[in-house]
């Protein structure tokens, strides 16, 4: 049986865990490279929607014409 657990009931032990386990598998000098391209990412993410957005408001602008 799975069990999913939310995120909002994550206490400290939990995310120390969590940490110690990824410092673990990645070592100390790829954590820098890890948290750099996952900040690559959400931007590269945040930029797509801001882009889709703006191509749904010129076609609603468009569409009111």
Known sequence: MLM?????????????????????LFGGRKIPELMRGIGK???S???GIKD??????DVDSEIKK
């Open 41 to 43: 990412g959400i931007r």
């Open 45 to 47: 993410f945040k930029d």
């Open 4 to 24: 999913i657990i939310p995120l909002g009931f994550v206490g400290g032990w939990e995310v120390v865990i969590i940490a110690l386990v990824i410092l673990l």
């Open 52 to 57: 889709v957005e703006k191509e749904i408001e």
